[in-house]
């Protein structure tokens, strides 16, 4: 089992420009999330899918920020336009109904100069 | 809403000797209780889990973790520490919403000295 997939590991770009993260998690789970981790704010949820659908999006900070899953072996994170306080860590989580642990991926630590 | 606390945001113990991570929680009904572990550079890993059982929760990597109904409580102990359990601790509680939802606390800093 490969675990979750994310890319890039590192991101570098400059404010205003569209950033997107990309995640694709392990097989047959039917449960995505995405997270953020800031030394300030800690983790927070950003926004989760079951089956593929948007089942709570609360956490999203901004209309900047979008997440979509087109099926069910990926799904993007956009930021549009970027900037510097979008600067953190963040990852992507899927799991299983029967499991209920979540499998992190190693996360996407973005700048934003 | 379920929620967890973690009441402190760092814990030092010297190699060998026992530790323990404090988190309590509160919830509704039973609660689905985790603690995950976080490297520098790297995501979360799941350590253990309590569901319903054994109130004494054996995990990855020699920890442990305590369920007290009364004191609402898991705490995270390990009986004898390394140095390369130096790292971030996240206690996290099940959302009662139906889905896999987690609510996690801030964490701990766990340090380990030689």
């Known amino acids: 089992d490969a675990g979750v997939i994310q890319s890039p590991r590192h991101e570098v770009t400059e404010m205003g420009q569209e950033v997107t993260l990309r995640c694709k998690p392990i097989?047959?789970?039917?449960?995505l999330f995405w997270y953020r981790q800031t030394m300030m704010r800690g983790l927070e949820l950003l926004i989760y899918?079951?089956?593929?659908?948007?089942?709570?999006d609360s956490g999203m900070p901004e209309d900047r920020f979008s997440a979509k899953m087109p099926n069910a072996s990926f799904s993007t994170l956009k930021i549009q336009p970027s900037e510097p306080r979008d600067s953190a860590v963040y990852f992507c989580?899927?799991?299983?109904?029967?499991?209920?642990?979540?499998?992190f991926g190693d996360g996407t630590r973005l700048s934003i100069l | 809403a379920q929620s967890v606390a973690q009441p402190e945001d760092q814990v030092n113990v010297a190699e060998g000797n026992p530790l323990t991570v404090k988190c309590t929680y509160s919830?509704?009904?039973?609660?689905?209780l985790f603690w995950y572990v976080q490297y520098p550079n790297r995501g979360l890993q799941f350590l253990l889990k309590y569901i319903t059982g054994d109130n004494l929760v054996k995990g990855s990597y020699g920890f442990e973790a305590e369920f007290n109904k009364s004191q609402t409580s898991f705490h995270l102990k390990k009986p004898s520490a390394l140095v390369s359990d130096s790292a971030l601790y996240f206690c996290?509680?099940?959302?009662?919403?139906?889905?896999?939802?987690?609510?996690f606390g801030a964490g701990t800093r766990l340090a380990v000295h030689p």
């Open positions: 989580a899927s799991s299983d109904h029967f499991e209920q642990l979540q499998h």
């Open positions: 899918f079951n089956n593929n659908v948007p089942i709570d």
């Open positions: 919830v509704s009904g039973n609660p689905y």
């Open positions: 097989s047959g789970h039917d449960y």
């Open positions: 996290a509680v099940r959302e009662r919403d139906g889905y896999n939802k987690l609510i």
